[in-house]
Nanobody
Framework: QVQLVESGGGLVQAGGSLRLSCAAS????????MAWFRQAPGKEREFVAA????????YYADSVKGRFTISRDNAKNTVYLQMNSLKPEDTAVYYC?????????????????WGQGTQVTVSS
């Protein structure tokens, strides 16, 4: 099994920045792709960004491209999401996810491991 624990959420004004972290433990050798999703109240969970095991390949949702950066430190078994130029519409619970396959997926049902989520609130 793999356990994921997110941290770094909070309240920020529009235009501000936050960095989320996701620490993995357990059978981390089985993890390849890691990703971030988010879910706003009353909305479905949506894909934000994904990163390959090596960190050399990343993929972003159009809504965050150019503002968010995903990265990972395999020595620390941690993935990060640097969020800049935040907008009120970025307000959501952000979830870290992991899967054993190497190819990316933007579908939440393709990820077998999930964190508990961290709240990000952007005020206008």
């Amino acid at each position: 099994q793999v356990q994921l624990v997110e941290s770094g959420g909070g309240l920020v004004q529009a235009g501000g920045s936050l960095r989320l972290s996701c620490a993995a433990s357990g059978r981390t050798f089985s993890i390849n792709t890691m990703a971030w999703f988010r879910q706003a109240p009353g909305k479905e969970r949506e894909f934000v960004a994904a990163i390959s095991r090596s960190g050399g390949t990343t993929y972003y949702a159009d809504s965050v491209k150019g503002r968010f950066t995903i990265s990972r430190d395999n020595a620390k078994n941690t993935v990060y999401l640097q969020m800049n130029s935040l907008k009120p519409e970025d307000t959501a619970v952000y979830y870290c996810a992991a899967r054993g396959y190497t190819y990316f997926s933007t579908k939440s049902y393709d990820y077998g491991y999930w964190g508990q989520g961290t709240q990000v609130t952007v005020s206008s």
